[in-house]
């Protein structure tokens, strides 16, 4: 069996950051590592949910709303997937950081937050989700913008 692209990179060298995982003809996806893998510290699940739909919901409203095509969490709870359709990685991540402050900014109640909305809307705390925004905003506020490879660490 063939190992699928994500499973080739060596996870022991990454660290927080944006990576462009693969990219498939006009269609790119970003790898988006908040935490360090396999060092203990995960995004815990209500974390990870409710970041998935803040972020999921400003991005998708956002400038480039209409070239995304999907946003979600990896498994392992160290980071997200971000899939996006003819944008240079800049845009992208120029775009992301606003949105990282969207949702630290935002006050009111968690997008998707109803039993109607969402399939476990019980596990949702937007305060969780501001924390690890900031953590992440910090992380890409480190980034030279189009001094960035976007590649994995080697």
Do not use: W
Request: proline residues 3%; charged residues 25%.
């Amino acid at each position: 069996m063939e190992k699928i692209t994500s499973f080739q990179v060596d996870h022991r060298k990454i660290v927080p950051g944006m990576y462009v995982s693969r990219i498939d003809g006009d269609i790119t996806t970003f790898d988006l590592r908040l935490k360090k893998p396999n060092a203990g510290n995960y995004m815990s699940h209500v974390e990870m949910h409710t970041t998935e739909h803040m972020i999921a919901t400003f991005i998708r409203n956002s400038a480039i709303g209409r070239y995304i095509i999907y946003f979600g969490p990896m498994g392992c709870r160290t980071g997200f997937y971000l899939l996006t359709r003819g944008l240079a990685n800049k845009t992208v991540l120029e775009t992301l950081k606003k949105v990282l402050k969207d949702v630290i900014m935002y006050e009111g109640r968690v997008f998707g937050d109803t039993e109607e909305e969402c399939g476990n809307y019980r596990e949702l705390e937007l305060e969780d989700a501001k924390n690890i925004c900031r953590e992440y905003l910090y992380i890409l506020n480190s980034y030279s913008g189009v001094d960035k490879d976007f590649e994995y660490p080697q």
